[in-house]
Protein backbone atom coordinates (compact mmCIF):
# COMPACT_ATOMS: atom_id res chain seq x y z
CA UNK A 1 0.00 0.00 0.00
CA UNK A 2 2.85 2.67 0.86
CA UNK A 3 4.48 1.76 -2.12
CA UNK A 4 1.37 2.33 -4.37
CA UNK A 5 0.88 5.37 -2.49
CA UNK A 6 3.98 7.31 -3.50
CA UNK A 7 3.96 5.63 -6.49
CA UNK A 8 0.62 7.07 -7.51
CA UNK A 9 2.54 10.81 -6.26
CA UNK A 10 5.35 10.31 -8.09
CA UNK A 11 4.04 9.43 -11.10
CA UNK A 12 0.99 11.74 -11.20
CA UNK A 13 1.41 13.04 -14.38
CA UNK A 14 2.17 9.59 -16.03
CA UNK A 15 -1.39 8.43 -14.70
CA UNK A 16 -3.22 11.29 -15.81
CA UNK A 17 -2.22 10.86 -19.45
CA UNK A 18 -2.88 7.14 -19.17
CA UNK A 19 0.90 6.40 -19.90
CA UNK A 20 1.66 4.15 -16.91
CA UNK A 21 -1.57 1.96 -14.78
CA UNK A 22 -0.95 0.57 -11.49
CA UNK A 23 -2.37 -2.10 -10.66
CA UNK A 24 -2.94 -3.58 -6.86
CA UNK A 25 -3.92 -7.37 -6.30
CA UNK A 26 -4.13 -8.00 -2.66
CA UNK A 27 -7.16 -10.13 -0.63
CA UNK A 28 -8.56 -7.72 1.21
CA UNK A 29 -9.87 -4.28 0.42
CA UNK A 30 -7.79 -2.71 3.10
CA UNK A 31 -4.40 -3.00 4.57
CA UNK A 32 -4.54 -3.66 8.58
CA UNK A 33 -2.01 -1.05 10.61
CA UNK A 34 -1.03 -4.82 13.08
CA UNK A 35 0.90 -2.56 15.85
CA UNK A 36 -2.63 -1.07 17.03
CA UNK A 37 -3.90 -4.78 16.86
CA UNK A 38 -3.56 -5.26 20.52
CA UNK A 39 -5.68 -2.22 21.24
CA UNK A 40 -8.19 -3.19 19.16
CA UNK A 41 -8.37 -6.64 21.13
CA UNK A 42 -8.59 -4.46 24.51
CA UNK A 43 -11.56 -2.78 23.13
CA UNK A 44 -9.32 0.71 23.28
CA UNK A 45 -9.41 1.06 19.55
CA UNK A 46 -12.64 0.44 16.87
CA UNK A 47 -11.56 -2.40 14.66
CA UNK A 48 -12.63 -0.13 12.06
CA UNK A 49 -9.68 2.49 12.80
CA UNK A 50 -7.28 -0.39 12.53
CA UNK A 51 -7.53 -0.59 8.72
CA UNK A 52 -6.95 1.44 5.83
CA UNK A 53 -9.38 1.38 2.74
CA UNK A 54 -7.68 0.81 -0.13
CA UNK A 55 -10.06 1.95 -2.66
CA UNK A 56 -9.77 5.23 -0.80
CA UNK A 57 -6.14 6.01 -0.25
CA UNK A 58 -5.07 4.33 -4.11
CA UNK A 59 -7.59 6.73 -5.47
CA UNK A 60 -5.50 6.58 -8.84
CA UNK A 61 -4.96 2.70 -8.80
CA UNK A 62 -6.97 -0.23 -10.13
CA UNK A 63 -7.55 -2.53 -6.63
CA UNK A 64 -7.82 -6.52 -7.62
CA UNK A 65 -9.52 -7.99 -4.32
CA UNK A 66 -8.33 -11.51 -4.80
CA UNK A 67 -5.02 -13.96 -4.30
CA UNK A 68 -1.94 -14.45 -6.72
CA UNK A 69 -2.27 -18.06 -6.95
CA UNK A 70 1.52 -17.81 -8.98
CA UNK A 71 3.75 -15.65 -10.91
CA UNK A 72 5.62 -16.40 -14.20
CA UNK A 73 8.58 -13.53 -14.10
CA UNK A 74 9.76 -14.81 -17.86
CA UNK A 75 6.72 -14.61 -19.06
CA UNK A 76 5.40 -11.65 -17.13
CA UNK A 77 2.36 -12.90 -15.86
CA UNK A 78 0.38 -13.43 -12.44
CA UNK A 79 -1.96 -15.66 -12.12
CA UNK A 80 -4.98 -14.57 -9.69
CA UNK A 81 -7.60 -15.93 -8.41
CA UNK A 82 -10.58 -13.32 -7.65
CA UNK A 83 -13.68 -13.22 -5.45
CA UNK A 84 -15.48 -13.24 -8.69
CA UNK A 85 -13.69 -16.94 -10.18
CA UNK A 86 -15.76 -19.45 -8.36
CA UNK A 87 -18.75 -17.81 -9.08
CA UNK A 88 -18.33 -16.78 -13.00
CA UNK A 89 -16.46 -19.98 -13.87
CA UNK A 90 -13.97 -18.58 -15.83
CA UNK A 91 -10.76 -19.84 -13.32
CA UNK A 92 -8.23 -17.90 -12.29
CA UNK A 93 -7.03 -14.46 -14.86
CA UNK A 94 -3.89 -13.99 -16.22
CA UNK A 95 -2.73 -10.27 -15.20
CA UNK A 96 0.19 -9.00 -17.56
CA UNK A 97 2.52 -6.42 -16.04
CA UNK A 98 5.71 -4.44 -16.93
CA UNK A 99 6.78 -3.85 -13.37
CA UNK A 100 6.16 -6.32 -10.60
CA UNK A 101 6.37 -5.28 -6.86
CA UNK A 102 6.03 -8.46 -4.73
CA UNK A 103 5.21 -7.62 -1.27
CA UNK A 104 3.01 -10.10 0.40
CA UNK A 105 4.43 -9.92 3.84
CA UNK A 106 4.19 -13.29 6.36
CA UNK A 107 2.05 -15.50 7.62
CA UNK A 108 2.34 -17.21 11.24
CA UNK A 109 4.92 -19.98 11.35
CA UNK A 110 3.77 -22.73 12.99
CA UNK A 111 5.24 -26.09 14.54
CA UNK A 112 3.16 -29.68 14.33
CA UNK A 113 2.17 -29.13 17.58
CA UNK A 114 -1.04 -31.88 18.44
CA UNK A 115 -3.68 -30.11 18.67
CA UNK A 116 -2.64 -27.01 17.29
CA UNK A 117 -4.89 -26.28 14.21
CA UNK A 118 -7.83 -27.55 16.27
CA UNK A 119 -7.64 -25.33 19.13
CA UNK A 120 -5.05 -22.37 18.81
CA UNK A 121 -5.92 -19.18 17.26
CA UNK A 122 -2.90 -16.50 15.92
CA UNK A 123 -2.61 -13.10 16.40
CA UNK A 124 -1.78 -11.56 12.59
CA UNK A 125 -5.41 -10.09 11.38
CA UNK A 126 -7.93 -7.74 12.46
CA UNK A 127 -10.53 -10.61 12.13
CA UNK A 128 -8.44 -12.50 14.87
CA UNK A 129 -7.78 -9.75 16.93
CA UNK A 130 -11.40 -9.21 17.67
CA UNK A 131 -12.64 -13.21 17.94
CA UNK A 132 -9.84 -13.29 20.81
CA UNK A 133 -11.48 -10.06 22.84
CA UNK A 134 -15.34 -11.82 22.11
CA UNK A 135 -13.65 -15.15 23.17
CA UNK A 136 -11.61 -13.70 26.24
CA UNK A 137 -15.32 -12.15 27.67
CA UNK A 138 -17.28 -15.45 26.73
CA UNK A 139 -14.89 -17.77 28.70
CA UNK A 140 -15.32 -15.16 31.73
CA UNK A 141 -18.86 -15.65 30.97
CA UNK A 142 -18.76 -19.58 30.71
CA UNK A 143 -17.01 -19.43 34.26
CA UNK A 144 -19.58 -17.02 35.64
CA UNK A 145 -22.58 -19.72 35.38
CA UNK A 146 -20.51 -22.80 35.26
CA UNK A 147 -21.03 -25.17 38.83
CA UNK A 148 -18.19 -27.34 37.52
CA UNK A 149 -15.19 -26.37 38.95
CA UNK A 150 -12.84 -27.95 35.94
CA UNK A 151 -14.71 -26.02 33.36
CA UNK A 152 -14.36 -22.54 35.86
CA UNK A 153 -10.98 -23.56 35.70
CA UNK A 154 -10.25 -24.25 32.44
CA UNK A 155 -12.57 -21.15 30.79
CA UNK A 156 -9.84 -19.24 33.07
CA UNK A 157 -6.57 -20.40 32.01
CA UNK A 158 -4.99 -18.63 29.20
CA UNK A 159 -2.17 -19.92 27.13
CA UNK A 160 0.32 -17.38 25.34
CA UNK A 161 2.82 -19.35 22.88
CA UNK A 162 5.58 -16.51 21.62
CA UNK A 163 7.24 -13.87 23.77
CA UNK A 164 8.17 -11.38 20.52
CA UNK A 165 5.96 -7.98 20.06
CA UNK A 166 2.49 -9.64 19.27
CA UNK A 167 2.39 -11.84 22.15
CA UNK A 168 3.49 -9.90 24.67
CA UNK A 169 1.32 -7.00 23.59
CA UNK A 170 -1.39 -9.07 23.09
CA UNK A 171 -1.48 -10.99 26.55
CA UNK A 172 -0.18 -7.61 28.46
CA UNK A 173 -3.39 -5.58 26.86
CA UNK A 174 -6.03 -8.35 27.00
CA UNK A 175 -4.93 -9.29 30.66
CA UNK A 176 -5.50 -5.48 31.55
CA UNK A 177 -8.96 -5.55 30.11
CA UNK A 178 -9.91 -8.76 31.77
CA UNK A 179 -8.86 -7.67 35.22
CA UNK A 180 -11.00 -4.90 34.58
CA UNK A 181 -14.18 -6.34 33.58
CA UNK A 182 -13.52 -9.27 36.73
CA UNK A 183 -15.35 -6.26 38.71
CA UNK A 184 -18.80 -6.84 36.71
CA UNK A 185 -18.33 -10.08 37.30
CA UNK A 186 -20.16 -10.96 41.08
CA UNK A 187 -18.34 -14.46 41.18
CA UNK A 188 -14.80 -13.45 39.42
CA UNK A 189 -11.82 -12.04 40.54
CA UNK A 190 -8.85 -10.65 39.05
CA UNK A 191 -6.51 -12.85 40.76
CA UNK A 192 -8.95 -16.20 39.69
CA UNK A 193 -7.71 -15.92 36.27
CA UNK A 194 -4.56 -17.64 34.80
CA UNK A 195 -2.39 -16.05 32.55
CA UNK A 196 0.63 -18.05 31.09
CA UNK A 197 3.28 -16.91 28.49
CA UNK A 198 5.43 -19.79 27.12
CA UNK A 199 8.62 -18.66 25.15
CA UNK A 200 11.05 -21.19 24.05
CA UNK A 201 14.36 -18.60 24.14
CA UNK A 202 15.67 -17.43 27.53
CA UNK A 203 14.38 -13.83 26.43
CA UNK A 204 11.34 -11.63 25.93
CA UNK A 205 10.61 -8.61 23.66
CA UNK A 206 14.55 -9.00 21.91
CA UNK A 207 14.14 -5.84 20.35
CA UNK A 208 13.65 -3.81 23.50
CA UNK A 209 16.67 -5.07 24.55
CA UNK A 210 18.22 -7.52 27.40
CA UNK A 211 17.61 -4.92 30.18
CA UNK A 212 14.10 -3.92 28.86
CA UNK A 213 13.60 -7.49 28.53
CA UNK A 214 14.35 -8.38 31.84
CA UNK A 215 11.75 -5.12 33.15
CA UNK A 216 9.11 -6.62 31.06
CA UNK A 217 9.27 -9.71 32.87
CA UNK A 218 9.44 -8.32 36.37
CA UNK A 219 5.97 -6.49 35.72
CA UNK A 220 4.27 -9.06 33.81
CA UNK A 221 4.96 -11.26 36.92
CA UNK A 222 4.17 -8.46 39.22
CA UNK A 223 0.75 -9.00 37.97
CA UNK A 224 0.83 -12.73 37.91
CA UNK A 225 0.86 -13.42 34.94
CA UNK A 226 3.40 -16.82 34.36
CA UNK A 227 6.19 -16.17 32.81
CA UNK A 228 8.29 -19.70 31.41
CA UNK A 229 11.10 -19.20 29.30
CA UNK A 230 13.14 -22.01 27.52
CA UNK A 231 9.57 -23.73 27.35
CA UNK A 232 7.66 -25.10 24.40
CA UNK A 233 4.45 -25.98 23.98
CA UNK A 234 4.38 -29.49 23.60
CA UNK A 235 0.71 -30.65 22.29
CA UNK A 236 -2.92 -29.07 23.20
CA UNK A 237 -4.83 -31.82 22.20
CA UNK A 238 -8.10 -32.27 23.76
CA UNK A 239 -7.89 -28.33 25.33
CA UNK A 240 -4.38 -29.15 28.02
CA UNK A 241 -1.89 -27.56 26.71
CA UNK A 242 1.21 -29.66 27.83
CA UNK A 243 4.39 -27.98 28.19
CA UNK A 244 7.93 -29.10 27.49
CA UNK A 245 8.98 -28.35 31.35
CA UNK A 246 6.05 -30.84 32.67
CA UNK A 247 3.63 -28.69 33.15
CA UNK A 248 -0.07 -29.32 32.19
CA UNK A 249 -3.20 -26.47 31.88
CA UNK A 250 -6.72 -27.34 31.15
CA UNK A 251 -7.59 -24.01 29.06
CA UNK A 252 -9.94 -23.57 26.45
CA UNK A 253 -7.80 -20.62 24.83
CA UNK A 254 -4.12 -21.09 23.63
CA UNK A 255 -2.97 -18.12 21.07
CA UNK A 256 -0.17 -18.95 18.98
CA UNK A 257 2.65 -15.86 18.01
CA UNK A 258 5.41 -17.82 17.84
CA UNK A 259 6.91 -16.51 14.58
CA UNK A 260 6.08 -15.80 11.15
CA UNK A 261 7.38 -17.25 7.79
CA UNK A 262 7.26 -16.38 4.42
CA UNK A 263 3.82 -16.02 2.33
CA UNK A 264 3.36 -18.77 0.17
CA UNK A 265 2.86 -17.06 -3.01
CA UNK A 266 6.94 -16.57 -3.15
CA UNK A 267 7.51 -19.81 -3.45
CA UNK A 268 5.34 -20.11 -6.84
CA UNK A 269 7.34 -17.83 -8.67
CA UNK A 270 10.55 -18.08 -10.63
CA UNK A 271 12.59 -15.81 -8.58
CA UNK A 272 15.31 -16.62 -6.62
CA UNK A 273 14.87 -17.53 -2.81
CA UNK A 274 17.24 -17.89 0.41
CA UNK A 275 17.28 -20.56 2.49
CA UNK A 276 14.72 -19.13 4.82
CA UNK A 277 12.63 -18.66 1.64
CA UNK A 278 12.51 -15.05 1.31
CA UNK A 279 13.48 -13.05 -1.89
CA UNK A 280 17.09 -12.15 -2.66
CA UNK A 281 17.29 -8.37 -3.21
CA UNK A 282 19.97 -6.16 -3.70
CA UNK A 283 20.21 -2.52 -2.01
CA UNK A 284 18.30 -0.69 -4.39
CA UNK A 285 15.29 -3.87 -3.82
CA UNK A 286 15.45 -5.16 -6.91
CA UNK A 287 14.99 -8.64 -6.61
CA UNK A 288 18.68 -10.34 -7.75
CA UNK A 289 19.52 -11.55 -11.01
CA UNK A 290 16.05 -9.46 -12.53
CA UNK A 291 15.47 -7.01 -14.38
CA UNK A 292 11.44 -5.37 -13.38
CA UNK A 293 11.19 -7.14 -10.39
CA UNK A 294 11.51 -5.30 -6.92
CA UNK A 295 10.82 -6.88 -3.24
CA UNK A 296 10.30 -5.18 0.31
CA UNK A 297 8.67 -6.10 3.93
CA UNK A 298 8.91 -9.50 5.40
CA UNK A 299 8.97 -11.25 1.89
CA UNK A 300 12.31 -9.43 0.78
CA UNK A 301 15.48 -10.01 1.79
CA UNK A 302 17.47 -6.98 1.66
CA UNK A 303 21.31 -6.54 2.88
CA UNK A 304 21.64 -4.30 6.04
CA UNK A 305 24.06 -2.07 3.72
CA UNK A 306 24.73 -0.19 7.35
CA UNK A 307 25.38 -2.91 9.99
CA UNK A 308 22.76 -1.32 12.25
CA UNK A 309 22.55 -3.23 15.70
CA UNK A 310 21.02 -6.73 15.97
CA UNK A 311 17.90 -5.87 16.81
CA UNK A 312 17.58 -4.39 13.01
CA UNK A 313 19.31 -6.92 11.33
CA UNK A 314 19.86 -10.65 11.08
CA UNK A 315 22.65 -13.25 9.86
CA UNK A 316 26.23 -14.30 10.43
CA UNK A 317 27.47 -10.92 11.69
CA UNK A 318 29.27 -8.68 9.76
CA UNK A 319 28.61 -9.51 6.04
CA UNK A 320 25.81 -11.01 4.72
CA UNK A 321 23.61 -9.23 7.57
CA UNK A 322 20.12 -8.66 6.08
CA UNK A 323 17.59 -6.35 7.66
CA UNK A 324 14.82 -7.71 10.00
CA UNK A 325 11.62 -8.44 8.31
CA UNK A 326 9.53 -5.40 10.92
CA UNK A 327 7.40 -2.72 10.18
CA UNK A 328 9.86 -0.57 10.88
CA UNK A 329 11.99 -1.21 7.62
CA UNK A 330 8.65 -2.31 5.50
CA UNK A 331 7.62 1.02 5.52
CA UNK A 332 10.79 2.81 4.92
CA UNK A 333 11.28 0.64 2.34
CA UNK A 334 8.15 1.16 0.42
CA UNK A 335 9.21 4.97 -0.06
CA UNK A 336 12.76 3.76 -1.70
CA UNK A 337 11.06 1.19 -3.70
CA UNK A 338 8.59 3.36 -5.18
CA UNK A 339 11.11 5.91 -5.95
CA UNK A 340 13.40 3.31 -7.26
CA UNK A 341 10.47 2.42 -9.52
CA UNK A 342 10.01 5.79 -10.83
CA UNK A 343 13.30 6.33 -11.44
CA UNK A 344 13.83 3.44 -13.60
CA UNK A 345 10.90 4.19 -15.44
CA UNK A 346 12.50 7.70 -16.12
CA UNK A 347 15.93 6.52 -16.70
CA UNK A 348 17.29 7.88 -13.36
CA UNK A 349 19.40 6.68 -10.98
CA UNK A 350 18.54 4.08 -8.59
CA UNK A 351 19.17 4.65 -4.26
CA UNK A 352 20.37 2.08 -1.98
CA UNK A 353 18.31 1.57 0.99
CA UNK A 354 19.38 2.10 4.08
CA UNK A 355 18.24 2.85 7.14
CA UNK A 356 18.70 4.72 10.21
CA UNK A 357 17.95 2.81 14.14
CA UNK A 358 15.24 4.68 15.53
CA UNK A 359 14.63 1.86 18.41
CA UNK A 360 11.56 0.31 19.09
CA UNK A 361 8.76 0.48 21.51
CA UNK A 362 5.87 -2.09 23.08
CA UNK A 363 3.14 -1.27 25.52
CA UNK A 364 2.57 -3.93 28.30
CA UNK A 365 -1.16 -2.70 28.87
CA UNK A 366 -2.66 0.85 29.87
CA UNK A 367 -0.16 2.72 30.97
CA UNK A 368 3.01 0.63 31.09
CA UNK A 369 5.15 -0.47 28.59
CA UNK A 370 9.26 -0.43 27.66
CA UNK A 371 11.32 1.28 24.95
CA UNK A 372 14.78 1.80 23.83
CA UNK A 373 14.85 4.90 21.99
CA UNK A 374 17.90 6.22 20.26
CA UNK A 375 19.99 4.57 23.11
CA UNK A 376 17.54 5.59 25.66
CA UNK A 377 15.73 3.40 27.82
CA UNK A 378 12.45 4.35 29.06
CA UNK A 379 9.84 2.34 31.29
CA UNK A 380 6.63 2.52 32.33
CA UNK A 381 3.94 5.11 31.30
CA UNK A 382 6.77 7.60 29.37
CA UNK A 383 7.82 4.53 27.43
CA UNK A 384 3.43 3.54 26.90
CA UNK A 385 2.79 7.82 25.68
CA UNK A 386 6.06 7.19 23.63
CA UNK A 387 4.46 3.55 21.95
CA UNK A 388 0.90 5.27 21.26
CA UNK A 389 2.97 8.71 19.92
CA UNK A 390 5.20 6.84 17.50
CA UNK A 391 2.51 4.50 16.08
CA UNK A 392 -0.14 7.30 15.79
CA UNK A 393 2.19 9.25 13.69
CA UNK A 394 2.96 6.66 11.90
CA UNK A 395 -0.58 5.01 11.33
CA UNK A 396 -1.20 6.45 7.18
CA UNK A 397 -3.80 9.28 6.47
CA UNK A 398 -4.86 11.93 8.85
CA UNK A 399 -7.98 10.57 8.80
CA UNK A 400 -7.37 7.18 10.61
CA UNK A 401 -4.83 9.67 13.40
CA UNK A 402 -7.92 12.08 13.86
CA UNK A 403 -10.41 8.86 14.63
CA UNK A 404 -7.53 6.92 16.60
CA UNK A 405 -6.73 9.80 18.73
CA UNK A 406 -10.61 10.66 19.64
CA UNK A 407 -11.27 7.41 20.79
CA UNK A 408 -8.30 7.54 23.23
CA UNK A 409 -9.53 10.75 24.33
CA UNK A 410 -12.87 9.15 24.87
CA UNK A 411 -11.36 6.30 26.79
CA UNK A 412 -9.86 8.36 28.65
CA UNK A 413 -13.19 10.23 29.72
CA UNK A 414 -15.05 6.97 30.38
CA UNK A 415 -15.29 3.60 31.63
CA UNK A 416 -14.40 0.98 29.05
CA UNK A 417 -16.89 -1.29 27.40
CA UNK A 418 -16.76 -4.79 28.60
CA UNK A 419 -19.08 -5.87 25.58
CA UNK A 420 -18.70 -9.42 23.92
CA UNK A 421 -19.80 -9.33 19.96
CA UNK A 422 -19.19 -13.26 19.43
CA UNK A 423 -22.74 -13.48 17.51
CA UNK A 424 -21.11 -11.05 14.53
CA UNK A 425 -18.83 -14.42 13.94
CA UNK A 426 -21.90 -16.33 13.07
CA UNK A 427 -24.46 -13.85 11.95
CA UNK A 428 -27.36 -15.91 10.38
CA UNK A 429 -27.77 -18.04 13.44
CA UNK A 430 -30.47 -16.42 14.78
CA UNK A 431 -32.33 -16.81 11.66
CA UNK A 432 -31.50 -20.17 10.86
CA UNK A 433 -33.68 -20.94 14.06
CA UNK A 434 -36.45 -18.74 13.59
CA UNK A 435 -36.41 -20.36 9.57
CA UNK A 436 -36.34 -23.78 10.37
CA UNK A 437 -37.66 -24.24 14.32
CA UNK A 438 -34.07 -25.75 15.35
CA UNK A 439 -30.25 -24.80 15.96
CA UNK A 440 -28.16 -24.38 13.10
CA UNK A 441 -25.82 -27.35 11.92
CA UNK A 442 -22.44 -27.31 13.18
CA UNK A 443 -19.59 -27.91 10.55
CA UNK A 444 -20.50 -28.01 6.95
CA UNK A 445 -23.42 -30.44 5.74
CA UNK A 446 -22.68 -33.66 4.93
CA UNK A 447 -22.57 -34.66 1.24
CA UNK A 448 -24.92 -36.88 -0.94
CA UNK A 449 -23.56 -39.48 -2.91
Given at each position: MYTALRLQRKLKAELKSGAVRITVVTPDPYMTYQPFL??????NIS?????????????????VI?????VDHTKRTATVTTLASPEDGTGAIQLAYDELVIAPGSISRTLPVPGLADYAIGFKTVEEAIGLRNHVIEQMDIASSTRDPAIRDAALTFVFVGGGYA???????LEDMARYTARYYHNIRPEDLK???VEASGRILPEVGEEMGRYAIRELRAR????RLETRLDSCENRVAVLSDGARFPTRTVVWTAGVKPAPILAATDLPLNERGRLKCTAQLRVEGTEHAWAAGDAAAVPDVTAGGPSQAFGTGGEGKECAPNAQHAVRQAKVLAENVAASLRGGELKEYRHKYAGSVASLGLHKGVAHVYG????GYPAWFMHRAYHLSRVPTFNRKARVLAEWTLAGLFKREIVSLGS????????EIAAGGGPPAKGPAPQEN
Open positions: PEAAAGPRHVVVPLRRVLDQCHIGEADSGVEALAEWILNIDVRKLKLEHPRAEF
